[in-house]
């Protein structure tokens, strides 16, 4: 069965420290894969996202996120957190409909980081 | 900038009532999603559309149906709501399926 697994639900780091948050995902062939954030009462929004080619994807805000086949993970970095990054973070993997052309996401159950002074 | 607008934005609603969210997309997306966010769930997929006309199921879409009268416009209805489906609506669009979604606010409901 399809799945993402977030296996983190809540990550604590100090401000300046560097940050992992993990992801993992089953499937059959190399998805699309992303990572979202969402600040309180808000929407999601996209950080990156990783189709083909360098395996280490950048993004906004001095994120970057490193997709692994052989772990079948995409692992989301960031080398200095900002108490601004407190916020919970998704990965979500891009599957395949059967029978159609469609292609959906699945959402992992989300991190919540907190940054602290 | 994309943009995808949801009304309203709280809502309270009485056990059996009929409620209607709206969703609005000026980015021209063929596709458009509607999900629902649970604590321990993340996003799980309630209806997706192609297109005008078209509504199609998503993964949990028994008690929901869905409307998508335009390019721009998709609802999500309740005809009999429930407690349990209190809860935060996103609405998304995407210019193809495997692409980036686009979220709009989200809708707080809750049920009584």
């Given amino acids: 069965a399809q799945s993402v697994t977030q296996p983190d639900a809540r990550v604590t780091v100090s401000e300046g420290a560097s ?3 993990r992801c993992k995902y089953s499937s059959s062939v190399t998805p699309y894969l992303f990572w979202y954030v969402q600040y309180p009462r808000q929407g999601l929004q996209l950080l990156l996202k990783y189709y083909s080619g360098d395996p280490v994807v950048q993004g906004v805000n001095g994120f970057e996120a490193e997709f692994s086949k052989s772990n079948s993970s995409f692992h989301l970095r960031k080398a200095s957190v900002h108490w601004s990054d ?4 998704f990965c979500a993997v891009s599957f395949s409909i059967a029978s159609s052309s469609f292609s959906k996401l699945v959402f992992g159950q989300g991190t919540s980081l907190s940054v602290v002074p | 900038e994309a943009a995808v607008t949801q009304s309203p934005r709280n809502k309270v609603a009485v056990t059996g009532g009929k409620v209607t969210l709206s969703c609005n997309q000026t980015n021209n997306h063929n596709n458009m999603y509607w999900y629902r966010q649970d604590t321990g769930h993340g996003l799980r997929l309630i209806h997706y559309s192609y ?3 078209s509504t199609e199921k998503g993964d949990i879409p028994d008690g929901y149906k869905a409307s998508r009268p335009s390019q721009e416009n998709f609802s999500l209805i309740l005809e ?3 407690p349990s489906q209190t809860s935060v609506y996103f609405c998304a669009s995407g210019s193809w399926g495997g692409d980036t979604q686009y979220f709009g606010p989200g809708t707080r409901l809750l049920v009584l």
């Fill in chain 1, 19 to 21: 940050l992992q948050l």
């Fill in chain 1, 86 to 89: 407190s916020a919970v973070y």
């Fill in chain 2, 51 to 53: 297109g005008a006309g």
């Fill in chain 2, 80 to 82: 009999l709501a429930t």
